[in-house]
């Protein structure tokens, strides 16, 4: 068996009459995260992480924030398209681990339904798929609630 692995990493401004979605689950705040897309910043840094364990470059490149096309987009759809680059190239993901970093709100409640979201897009079952939270300990710009970043690593095989 042949292993790739990837990282991906994103970060999106929090800001006032915006939608907080989470690895596609909407959440409840007065902020949500800006963005060309639904500034999905969980599932942007898991695009990131499968694009680079192939060497296919960034989101940024398949998505232009410069394409109207993919203005408010739904990030589980941009998720399964980029799942799609990594199937037709023969390869499956072994397993996902991510860390999204935000001071508020509280992600908890919420993760199980990302792993499930994220896992039901990419085919794999939820144990395949790894989502912790962390605050930044009231530092730096995420610190300040100023934005909302995610670390994803993804091992493919094939
Ligand atoms: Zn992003």
Redesign the pocket.
Known sequence: MTIRIGNGY?I?RLTPERKLILGGVEITHELGLL?HSD?D?LT?AIMDAMLGALSLGDIGHYFPPTDPKWKGADSLMLLSQVNQLVLDRGWKIGNIDSVIVAERPKLKPHIEKMREKIAGVLQLEPNQVGVKATTNEKLDAVGREEGICAYAVVLLEK
């Open positions: 994103d999106h963005g500034a910043v942007h």
